[in-house]
């Protein structure tokens, strides 16, 4: 907040009505630094009036720092006006010196779900346009309603805690980090803050159709008043600390009771795992097989229970979430690999390029000789092939690789011949050349990502302060 102003001292609905100031919001991107010596940001625009604001405020950031934001525009394309908003929203930004891109959607529109869908294929756009221009940093303007809309959302579906945290401050993906510095601020104050700089916005009239159901939970906010929103928000906020404390504890554990091998499978601790507290224990096994199965959702309920109870008695294997866990070994260990039957099916490499198969693993293919090339599991098709052309792999691949984990490693293939095996050490020996390629696990769910964070600069959270001597109006 600016000097010059005592949230303790203002009446709250001055506060709310007063645009956000260059300090206050340099106050809200504290949090995530370090940035670079000269920040690059990218900045999601919907024309609406949180993300025109962001806009904004982030360039005259940037540029104090001598940096450069991208305005990012997504023309989901499902209104007959969105190519026009879209270009009308660059024009604007333009004329203040911000470069902006248009993203447009392709492809079909789902039949139902189209909401979720749209925010699926925004995100992807968004991303892949922050790898292209080489920008870690991808700022979203989600605000204070919108946080109070989605706990109130997941109370009425039954989440449980790490649900009612609703959406983190940050989070990482694999070619950019999401930075949502808004999450503490009205919808009230960007408003004003665009009235003070003399810009428009444009309003997509999706945000009234009463067919959606966040539509339905604003307009039960609305009707609620501003108390319920500041208290939907601050629930969120206890509940994102409590997420961050129950994260770290569970990456400890992991660290201690987890070894992952480059193929993509892991050795499991299971007796050291049972004995931490069984929240703990719960949610890192949890974390283990979402990251070695590539779901986009932790497994979670009786299941995981049951499979707890398992390593406990130290049981022998089960499947959950596309894994395989295995029997103790010798050492006391478990297995834990991919299920071979679960893998998604082969994709095309690109040529020079990066390809993610399983959203497990990434293979970086060279330019070389125009070979077309596939990137699925290796099979015991595959396996048969390998050591039919190298016997003496059976000997090698036993010490390295256990049996169990084999058919779901990653391999190239050229219709049904087996190209190169990288984690076996296999290329085809009448290949004629060692393809250019490299296969990485990266898997789309690390084993231990950036814990969810929630917390955001209090001088913000002008409601929390001011309700010691008034009530939210």
Known sequence: MAADVDPLTMPVAASLSKPVTAAEFENLLAPFAPFELHPGLAVGVSGGPDSVALTLLADAWSRARG?????????????????????????????????ARILPWRGVRPASGVQAAARAARHALLEAACREAGIPHLLLAHQREDQAETVFLRRKAGSGPDGLAAMAAVVERRHCRLLRPLLAV????????LKA????????????????????????????????VARLAEGARD????????????????????????????WLDGAALVRARREDG?????????????????????????????????GTGRTLAGCRIGAPGRDGRHLVCRESGRTAPPVATARAGETVWDNRFVAFVADGPDQSLCLGRLGWEGWAQAVAARPELREEATRAIPVAARASLPALWEGERLVAAPHLGFVAP???????????????????????????????????AAKAKFAVV
């Open 282 to 314: 719960l949610r890192a096994l949890a974390a283990l097989l979402r990251c070695l199965g590539g779901g986009a959702y932790p497994p979670q309920g009786a299941a995981l229970n049951r499979l707890l109870a398992t390593l406990a008695g130290g």
């Open 197 to 228: 700089a003399g810009e428009s916005w444009i309003e997509d009239p999706s945000n009234t159709d009463t067919e959606f159901a966040r539509v339905r939970a604003r307009n039960d906010l609305v009707g609620a008043g501003g108390e319920a």
């Open 430 to 464: 009448d290949q004629g050349f060692a393809p250019a390629v490299r296969i990485a696990f990266r898997p789309r769910n690390p084993l231990m990502p950036a814990p969810f964070r929630s917390a955001l600069p209090e001088p913000l959270l002008m409601e929390s």
């Open 186 to 193: 009205p919808r009230s104050r960007l408003i004003a803050t």
């Open 67 to 99: 940096g450069r934001i991208l305005a990012l525009i997504v023309d989901h394309g499902l209104r007959s006006a969105s190519p026009a908003e879209a270009a009308l929203v660059a024009g604007r930004l333009a004329a203040r010196g911000i470069e």
């Open 239 to 266: 509940a994102g600390m409590a997420r961050e404390r129950a994260e770290e504890r569970a990456a400890k554990l992991l660290a201690r009771t987890v070894s992952i091998h480059p193929a993509g499978f892991a």
